[in-house]
């Protein structure tokens, strides 16, 4: 797991020694699974990287670490003056995309308003050509529950969204309707004001609202920019 994490970030051993203050033979010794990791050195690792600490909690790690699990910090808190000049490695080919502790269901679930306040403090590393233009720097990922988008969407895939409240024509989009969060195809008629909410499989029910009339909620929450299946 380190060493899968040390590769998103284009680090040598050294790199990640140099940027976390922990020794290159300790890091060697935690890579080659020779050691168990101190609570310490666990978490200045995970502030290198800029990860959560809890993702590096597996068996080949200190049952203590699991102790004072706390949130990733920026890259230069643990540095020393002289680590802070050092030449930082070449540009990441990955974007770190913060993931959502809840579930955008195939038919149902709670209202949400602040999707921030729903931030598991995780990261899904995806890799940049994986994204046709550049994303904004609001984007998340969340996770999908049932079956209503087979087989666009399976349960337990992912969907990267640009959160937003907008209508950016029609596509895949994360929504609240009626109280449940959803990921639904979404197609406007503009000419009647109509906006569809499509389930693929079609043994699930789609939705028509009128939007000039209804009396349902429906918040966008952002568009889909790419699943991972």
């Known amino acids: 797991m380190l060493k899968e994490y040390r590769f998103y970030k284009n680090w040598t051993q050294e790199d990640l020694a140099n940027y976390s203050g922990v020794s290159l033979p300790t890091i060697k010794r935690y890579e080659a699974g020779n050691d168990n990791a101190t609570t310490t050195n666990l978490k200045k690792i995970a502030d290198a990287l800029e990860v959560d600490v809890s993702n590096f909690l597996s068996p080949n790690l200190s049952p203590k670490s699991k102790k004072n699990v706390s949130q990733s910090t920026n890259l230069n808190k643990n540095l020393s003056p002289n680590q802070t000049k050092l030449k930082k ?5 990955f974007y770190y995309i913060p993931k959502l ?8 679930g709670n209202e949400v308003e602040g999707l921030e306040h729903y931030e598991s403090g995780e990261l899904m590393a995806i890799d940049k050509a994986f994204f046709k233009t550049i994303p904004s720097t ?3 990922a969340i996770r999908v529950d049932g079956y209503s988008m087979t087989p666009m969407l399976f349960p337990d895939s992912w969907v990267i969204f640009e959160e937003g409240s907008d209508f950016k024509g029609d596509g895949l989009y ?3 309707y009626n109280g449940q969060l959803m990921v ?3 197609q406007l008629n503009p000419f009647e004001n109509i906006l569809e909410i499509i389930s693929v499989n079609k043994e699930y029910k789609s939705y028509s609202v009128k939007l000039d009339e209804s009396q349902i909620s429906v918040l966008i929450k952002g568009k889909v920019l790419r699943s991972v299946i």
Do not use: H, M, R, T
């Open 174 to 176: 994360v929504l609240n």
């Open 184 to 186: 639904k195809l979404l």
């Open 101 to 108: 502790n809840i579930n955008a269901s195939a038919g149902g």
């Open 138 to 140: 609001n984007i998340k």
């Open 89 to 93: 490695p070449q540009e990441e080919s």
